[in-house]
């Protein structure tokens, strides 16, 4: 049966990392990037393990140097999600990422110092098969294709990207995910909208320098979660200056409100009004708190008034519409009891017998 929001889902090629395949009618993998500096092993694999805690998928770290290549094998030793070395300029790194075990690499192969180069990496991958997955970000396009367009258009996004794949296709290598991403949501949108017409390489997608938490999020909200809904990606990473947690967060809370089927609660609460009985923000935030770890998918509703509440919040499995100093349960849109006192710690005890 067709998923609602799903019914569109451009199918890519599939294209396995590690122990997870992406593409294909896989479910879309949230990724995020560490941002410890590289020298600093400990905090690198610390925050590695709480990405994983937080449900990350697909972890990249960046290795600027030969040096940090130790990082791979300290990180896949603490955390058993695929592990993305992000590279620039160097393919000595990425062939040492590739003996040291690291399951993709991000990197342009245009931007490795030749085709003698891309020669050597693209055998390497394929020797492992490690997929490899091109970033074409507006900010740093080739002088010529600037040059050709004159402003990072989404055509000119796209004939990077092509050209950075037709540097692996010419050394028969296909394990290739591609990124194609902007500040400028309107501009990547209509990038990944071509790309996706022009190839089936799984997409991943993101708004590049989304900004601070609070525009960053809107900014992520819109240009990765309207492509989802046009069927287009197969990973995302939500960029936020601000914890990489956060952007795992973010990332699933983008999946669900895109109808993408997402483990974990759900909480729906009513934006308050002059019917409010109930303090609704502090209860759905302490909700929300006492349900983290809790896996099932489920719709948790807090609404301020029996008036419109239990309407409102029709689609919720379980909920709570407030009374004077009391609340009423509802359970998938049936009338259940009224609860007083603790009326959070009885909710989220109707919530794990469910
Ligand atoms: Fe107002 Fe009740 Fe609707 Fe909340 S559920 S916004 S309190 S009418």
């Given at each position: 049966?067709?998923?609602?929001?799903?019914?569109?889902?451009?199918?890519?090629?599939?294209?396995?990392?590690?122990?997870?395949?992406?593409?294909?009618?896989?479910?879309?993998?949230v990724?995020?990037?560490?941002?410890?500096?590289?020298?600093?092993?400990?905090?690198?694999?610390?925050?590695?393990?709480?990405?994983?805690?937080?449900?990350?998928?697909?972890?990249?770290?960046?290795?600027?140097?030969?040096?940090?290549?130790?990082?791979?094998?300290?990180?896949?030793?603490?955390?058993?999600?695929?592990?993305?070395?992000?590279?620039?300029?160097?393919?000595?790194?990425?062939?040492?990422?590739?003996?040291?075990?690291?399951?993709?690499?991000?990197?342009?192969?245009g931007?490795?110092?030749?085709?003698?180069?891309?020669?050597?990496?693209?055998?390497?991958?394929?020797?492992?098969n490690?997929?490899?997955?091109?970033?074409?970000?507006?900010?740093?396009?080739?002088?010529?294709?600037?040059?050709?367009?004159?402003?990072?258009?989404?055509?000119?996004?796209?004939?990077?990207?092509?050209?950075?794949?037709?540097?692996?296709?010419?050394?028969d290598?296909?394990?290739?995910?591609?990124?194609?991403?902007?500040?400028?949501?309107?501009?990547?949108?209509?990038?990944?909208?071509?790309?996706?017409?022009?190839?089936?390489?799984?997409?991943?997608?993101?708004?590049?320098?989304?900004?601070?938490?609070?525009?960053?999020?809107?900014?992520?909200?819109?240009?990765?979660?309207?492509?989802?809904?046009?069927?287009?990606?197969?990973?995302?990473?939500?960029?936020?200056?601000?914890e990489?947690?956060?952007?795992?967060?973010?990332?699933?809370?983008?999946?669900?409100?895109?109808?993408?089927?997402?483990?974990?609660?759900?909480?729906?609460?009513?934006?308050?009004?002059?019917?409010?009985?109930?303090?609704?923000?502090?209860?759905?935030?302490?909700?929300?708190?006492?349900?983290?770890?809790?896996?099932?998918?489920?719709?948790?509703?807090?609404?301020?008034?029996?008036?419109?509440?239990?309407?409102?919040?029709?689609?919720?499995?379980?909920?709570?519409?407030?009374?004077?100093?009391?609340?009423?349960?509802?359970?998938?849109?049936?009338?259940?009891?009224?609860?007083?006192?603790?009326?959070?710690g009885?909710?989220?005890?109707?919530?794990?017998?469910l």
């Amino acid at each position: 049966m067709r998923k609602e929001g799903q019914n569109m889902r451009k199918v890519k090629r599939e294209v396995t990392i590690g122990n997870l395949t992406i593409g294909g009618h896989n479910p879309v993998a949230v990724q995020t990037m560490l941002n410890v500096r590289a020298d600093d092993v400990a905090g690198n694999v610390a925050q590695a393990v709480r990405v994983a805690e937080a449900g990350c998928q697909i972890v990249r770290v960046s290795v600027p140097t030969l040096e940090d290549v130790r990082l791979i094998e300290a990180i896949k030793n603490a955390v058993d999600i695929p592990l993305v070395a992000d590279i620039h300029f160097n393919h000595r790194i990425a062939l040492a990422c590739v003996d040291a075990g690291v399951d993709k690499i991000r990197l342009n192969p245009g931007n490795i110092g030749g085709e003698d180069h891309v020669k050597e990496v693209a055998a390497a991958c394929k020797a492992k098969n490690i997929p490899i997955r091109i970033g074409v970000n507006a900010g740093s396009l080739e002088k010529e294709v600037l040059a050709k367009y004159g402003a990072p258009v989404p055509e000119a996004l796209v004939e990077s990207a092509m050209y950075h794949v037709s540097l692996l296709e010419k050394y028969d290598f296909d394990n290739i995910v591609i990124s194609i991403k902007s500040s400028n949501v309107p501009r990547m949108m209509e990038a990944y909208r071509l790309l996706s017409e022009r190839c089936d390489y799984p997409l991943h997608v993101g708004v590049t320098e989304a900004g601070t938490y609070r525009m960053g999020l809107i900014k992520s909200g819109m240009g990765i979660g309207g492509l989802l809904m046009e069927g287009i990606g197969d990973t995302l990473r939500v960029s936020l200056t601000d914890e990489p947690e956060k952007e795992v967060q973010a990332g699933f809370d983008i999946l669900r409100a895109a109808g993408h089927a997402v483990g974990g609660p759900e909480i729906i609460s009513c934006p308050t009004c002059g019917r409010t009985n109930i303090p609704v923000a502090k209860i759905a935030d302490e909700v929300e708190q006492r349900l983290k770890g809790y896996k099932k998918p489920i719709k948790v509703a807090v609404m301020g008034c029996v008036v419109n509440g239990p309407g409102e919040a029709r689609e919720a499995d379980i909920g709570i519409a407030g009374g004077k100093d009391e609340a009423l349960l509802f359970i998938r849109g049936e009338k259940i009891r009224i609860l007083r006192g603790d009326i959070v710690g009885q909710l989220v005890d109707e919530i794990y017998k469910l």
